[in-house]
């Protein structure tokens, strides 16, 4: 393959501060979070010409947006695969780069899922009869009551029987991005809770407690990606894409064992292509769309092995000041989960690699090598894995 | 009988058969003319080799629960009412399918429980398969 290292860079991001946002539409968020990212690049409108993005909602969402700011990219990508798409799109966008076909892309996303009131985690199909089923698979699925949060609880359910992993070890995780939330003035929720709160919580899907889900925030922003000679006269010095790699995990005809998560398959290439291994890692933006995802995300990605990740998440490891701090942003488990995350993963970790919060407990000391890895769809059933590996000079 | 307030399959040409067995109380599982390979869910092309020599078989309609949930909260219409066990079942044949553990209390469920199969009738047309604790 060819050595895509540095071929493109993150050269501006802005996270929408809005959690409520009934007022606005999904492209007026959109269109406020790539004009402040543009700014903080020191691009402007004119200088894109690659469009990608993702919507809960909006079919087509790329003709929508474009036609909403009024933009004609020479390239679009919609590529929705669930909570992931971003880490897919930044993927997609290297390789346009580098291929020469686009100079600078815009990454964003939004949503309303708050403000309209989805149940994003525990709506099931519908709320309000039933819809036609697709012949296959919803046929043989959504008969028997399926949740976002009920296939993933059957995953921590099965680690718990195999590897012995307890609630108190999951709610750790859950108690660690409360602790970082407390860091983030636009976090949605940032009073310090502790593991016995999060057992207390209602179960909401056995063994998942209310506390060990995220939460339903709206929100949006946008990511600015451009090639070495764009990044250039950038204003922000740039976050390098190192690496990337992509994948799906599904249930294999009824055989493949669930308990292994895509991201096992997408971290080798990421690894590979960044010529890093997980040694190298200063800090991870890691999927918490539950806490048993940043489990099993941990052990597929290779900080740890199979079954160890119950272990690895106690004593800090995974804090600030911890060996392996992730989601410094207080992930979608405290800051924001508006329904699809990945997008956020991407702007966290830039801003620790530009030292942004230098000075403060925020910041990761000397932050050199991150890496998000976003995770879209079910473990229970299907779902996807996006892997990228991000440097600064 | 009460109406079925729970979602209903959609029954195409591919998976008739399926649906036309539940009501007479089989559940049939496919398997691979040219690769011997079962498959879950039924589909009409092999998942393994991509031949089309597929097979349906009557599955022994026995298994054990590979993983499970209590979900005590869904909006569905069907759902809304109270715990129920959403699981995953891995039959004698090796393949996986999602179902509800029914006829039980739901603190009694556990992986590795032996279960088998026994049908609902949900309309005239649609009896859908769920398992209970094996006799």
Request: net charge negative; hydrophobic share 35%.
């Amino acid at each position: 393959m060819v050595d895509l290292r540095r071929a493109a860079a993150i050269v501006g991001v802005h996270e929408h501060i809005t959690r409520y946002a009934p007022d606005k539409s999904e492209q007026q968020i959109q269109g406020e979070s790539i004009i402040k990212a543009l700014e903080d690049a020191g691009l402007e409108k004119k200088d894109v010409d690659g469009l990608f993005c993702a919507s809960m909602s909006v079919r087509s969402s790329g003709i929508n947006l474009a036609d909403y700011l009024n933009m004609y990219p020479k390239m679009i990508d919609n590529t929705t695969v669930g909570g992931g798409s971003f880490e897919f799109h930044l993927s997609h966008a290297l390789n346009a780069i580098y291929a020469g076909r686009i100079n600078c892309a815009v990454i964003t996303y939004a949503t309303l899922a708050r403000s309209g009131g989805v149940s994003v985690g525990t709506g099931g199909i519908s709320r309000q009869g039933h819809p036609r089923l697709d012949p296959s698979p919803d046929s043989f699925e959504e008969l028997y009551g399926l949740t976002t949060v009920g296939l993933y609880a059957m995953i921590a359910q099965r680690h718990m029987h195999l590897y012995g992993t307890t609630s108190e070890q999951l709610a750790e995780i859950a108690v660690t991005m409360r602790r970082h939330a407390s860091l983030n003035p636009e976090a949605l929720f940032r009073d310090p809770i502790t593991v016995d709160d999060v057992m207390r919580s209602p179960v909401v899907s056995s063994p998942l407690h209310r506390n060990d889900c995220c939460v339903i925030t709206d929100g949006g922003g946008a990511v600015v990606v451009a090639s070495p000679e764009v990044a250039r006269n950038c204003k922000q010095k740039p976050v390098w894409i190192l690496g990337a790699g992509e994948a799906v995990a599904h249930q294999g005809a009824g055989k493949r064992d669930l308990m292994y998560i895509a991201a096992k398959q997408s971290h080798g290439p990421a690894f590979e292509m960044a010529g890093v291994t997980q040694k190298d890692i200063d800090m991870a933006m890691i999927y918490d769309s539950f806490t048993i995802t940043v489990l099993e995300t941990l052990e597929d990605l290779g900080f740890c092995e199979k079954g160890e990740g119950g272990q690895f998440v106690l004593n800090g490891r995974i804090g600030l000041g911890g060996e392996l701090p992730i989601n410094t942003d207080g992930g979608g488990l405290s800051s924001n989960h508006p329904g699809m995350r990945g997008l956020f993963l991407l702007l966290e970790a830039t801003r620790q690699l530009r030292h942004e919060f230098e000075g403060t407990e925020r910041q990761v000391p000397d932050c050199k090598i991150a890496l998000c890895h976003g995770t879209g769809g079910a473990l229970g059933s299907r779902h996807s894995g996006g892997t990228v590996i991000l440097a600064r000079d | 009988m009460t109406t079925w307030n729970k979602p209903l399959p959609t029954v195409i040409g591919e998976t008739k058969t399926f649906w036309d067995m539940c009501r007479r109380g089989v559940l049939l599982i496919q398997k691979c003319d040219s690769c011997n390979e079962f498959q879950w869910y039924p589909r009409g092309i092999c998942a393994n080799c991509w031949s089309n020599d597929i097979k349906w078989i009557p599955s022994s309609g026995r298994g054990t629960v590979w993983t499970f949930t209590v979900t005590n909260q869904n909006r569905t219409q069907g759902f809304d009412t109270g715990p129920y066990v959403l699981a995953l079942v891995e039959l004698d044949e090796g393949v996986r399918m999602f179902t509800n553990i029914v006829d039980c209390d739901p603190k009694d469920v556990s992986i590795g429980m032996a279960v088998e199969v026994t049908f609902q009738r949900a309309t005239d047309q649609i009896s859908i398969p769920f398992f209970k604790p094996a006799s």
